[in-house]
């Protein structure tokens, strides 16, 4: 646990059985948010290398990003929150992590439950988690009534199709083994839509996923991706279309490097 | 009050089985125009060849129906049209949505190239700042 030392990331050993473990966070101008969320990381996590996918942000990220340590992979310009992640999860594949953890910039995720959204992976019982922010009643009551009746929507479509509970679909608070990232990396990720499609499109390729209690936090600053009326009535029909297309396609398989 | 519509005069040509020579020559006018523009912006590279394809053929395909006029008469024919205009049109437009298309599947086929390209120039970057760093 201790011994850290920023500029030997390579030595660096995760707590648990010691795997090298990185944790991806995707930014767009979140300066304001960012140095808290490093600090809360240095605390909880101090084993787990820390990336920064800048995502064309505007303002100082990539600056306050390096003073809290983190490294730097820095979009020549805005491409959407699922280029974001794939690069960081690419990052990871390349780089020989064995667990890849996504956390949002903003403080919406808890770093202090990344040992809970990570445990099933360690343990070997699933290859992605999601940490789900409907864990306990009291949480159940966040969000817009139209945002939680989209999950409940999106959820039970997912169950009905693959047959697994996850009342939190949209979360982007994961855990992403090893095992799972030759599906990210490849052409099958719908980087340009990423969401429940993906957890079909896992189930369909044989990758194992589970979702745990996490918690969240309201957002402080910044835009929600899916605030508003309308928005959320077109993401669910957006959504399902996603959904049908990926019951079109051939199933996913692992190829030869591509 | 209201003043008697006038007659609706006839026009010549709608119905009828032939163009006037005068329309013939305005419709092939304009589309050598546009086919010389095609030419011309694919001469300076505006236009790659392989996207010139579609407007070169609807060029040709427009003087040809200009010239054959038969030809045009048989499709208003064939589509269950009345008139003519109404054949021509309907071909316009399906020429039109072939073209988006074609423009849609080469945005997409771009969209994905230039992110695969970001992502690998964003992914070397941070490389090569560690490699001057000398750290691993």
Same mark, same amino acid.
């Given at each position: 646990?201790?011994?850290?030392?920023?500029?030997?990331?390579?030595?660096?050993?995760?707590?648990?059985?010691?795997?090298?473990?990185?944790?991806?966070?995707?930014?767009?101008?979140?300066?304001?948010?960012?140095?808290?969320?490093?600090?809360?990381?240095?605390?909880?996590?101090?084993?787990?290398?820390?990336?920064?996918?800048?995502?064309?942000?505007?303002?100082?990220?990539?600056?306050?990003?390096?003073?809290?340590?983190?490294?730097?992979?820095?979009?020549?310009?805005?491409?959407?929150?699922?280029?974001?992640?794939?690069?960081?999860?690419?990052?990871?594949?390349?780089?020989?992590?064995?667990?890849?953890?996504?956390?949002?910039?903003?403080?919406?995720?808890?770093?202090?439950?990344?040992?809970?959204?990570?445990?099933?992976?360690?343990?070997?019982?699933?290859?992605?988690?999601?940490?789900?922010?409907?864990?306990?009643?009291?949480?159940?009551?966040?969000?817009?009534?139209?945002?939680?009746?989209?999950?409940?929507?999106?959820?039970?479509?997912?169950?009905?199709?693959?047959?697994?509970?996850?009342?939190?679909?949209?979360?982007?608070?994961?855990?992403?083994?090893?095992?799972?990232?030759?599906?990210?990396?490849?052409?099958?990720?719908?980087?340009?839509?990423?969401?429940?499609?993906?957890?079909?499109?896992?189930?369909?390729?044989?990758?194992?996923?589970?979702?745990?209690?996490?918690?969240?936090?309201?957002?402080?600053?910044?835009?929600?991706?899916?605030?508003?009326?309308?928005?959320?009535?077109?993401?669910?029909?957006?959504?399902?279309?996603?959904?049908?297309?990926?019951?079109?396609?051939?199933?996913?398989?692992?190829?030869?490097?591509? | 009050?209201?003043?008697?519509?006038?007659?609706?005069?006839?026009?010549?040509?709608? /119905? +009828? $089985?032939? =163009?006037?020579?005068?329309?013939? @020559?305005?419709?092939? #006018?304009?589309?050598? *125009?546009?086919? %010389? &523009?095609?030419?011309?912006?694919?001469?300076?590279?505006?236009?790659?060849?392989?996207?010139?394809?579609?407007?070169? /053929? +609807? $060029?040709? =395909?427009?003087?040809?129906?200009? @010239?054959?006029?038969? #030809?045009?008469?048989? *499709?208003?024919? %064939? &589509?269950?049209?009345?008139?003519?205009?109404?054949?021509?049109?309907?071909?316009?437009?399906?020429?039109?949505?072939?073209?988006?298309?074609?423009?849609?599947?080469?945005?997409?086929?771009?969209?994905?190239?230039?992110?695969? *390209?970001?992502?690998?120039?964003?992914?070397?970057?941070?490389?090569?700042?560690?490699?001057?760093?000398?750290?691993?």
């Amino acid at each position: 646990m201790n011994g850290r030392s920023e500029q030997n990331p390579a030595a660096l050993r995760t707590a648990s059985g010691g795997l090298r473990a990185l944790i991806i966070m995707p930014a767009l101008n979140e300066e304001k948010t960012l140095g808290a969320v490093l600090d809360r990381l240095q605390e909880t996590c101090p084993d787990f290398d820390r990336l920064i996918v800048n995502d064309g942000s505007t303002d100082r990220t990539i600056e306050v990003a390096r003073a809290g340590g983190a490294r730097v992979v820095s979009l020549p310009f805005n491409s959407g929150y699922g280029c974001a992640v794939k690069t960081g999860l690419i990052y990871a594949e390349r780089n020989g992590y064995d667990l890849a953890v996504l956390l949002d910039a903003d403080g919406q995720h808890d770093p202090s439950s990344i040992p809970d959204v990570t445990r099933p992976v360690l343990e070997g019982t699933a290859d992605v988690v999601l940490g789900n922010r409907y864990g306990d009643a009291a949480r159940r009551a966040q969000g817009s009534w139209l945002q939680r009746t989209g999950h409940k929507y999106l959820s039970t479509l997912l169950r009905l199709l693959t047959g697994k509970r996850v009342s939190d679909p949209m979360s982007g608070f994961q855990a992403i083994s090893r095992r799972a990232l030759w599906f990210y990396v490849s052409n099958n990720f719908p980087e340009d839509y990423p969401d429940t499609n993906v957890l079909l499109m896992l189930h369909r390729a044989g990758i194992r996923f589970t979702e745990v209690p996490a918690v969240f936090h309201a957002r402080t600053t910044g835009q929600s991706m899916h605030g508003g009326l309308l928005r959320p009535l077109l993401y669910w029909i957006r959504a399902t279309l996603a959904i049908l297309m990926v019951l079109l396609r051939p199933k996913p398989r692992k190829e030869s490097k591509p | 009050m209201n003043p008697p519509l006038p007659e609706a005069a006839n026009p010549p040509s709608v /119905a +009828a $089985g032939h =163009l006037t020579t005068h329309q013939q @020559v305005v419709v092939v #006018v304009l589309s050598v *125009l546009l086919l %010389l &523009f095609i030419v011309h912006m694919v001469r300076r590279r505006a236009i790659r060849e392989e996207y010139s394809v579609l407007w070169l /053929a +609807a $060029g040709i =395909l427009v003087v040809l129906a200009a @010239v054959f006029y038969s #030809v045009t008469l048989a *499709l208003t024919h %064939l &589509f269950g049209a009345v008139a003519p205009t109404t054949a021509v049109f309907l071909l316009s437009i399906l020429f039109l949505v072939v073209l988006n298309i074609q423009i849609t599947v080469v945005l997409s086929r771009q969209t994905t190239q230039i992110h695969r *390209l970001s992502q690998e120039l964003a992914l070397l970057n941070e490389r090569l700042e560690r490699t001057e760093r000398k750290e691993p």
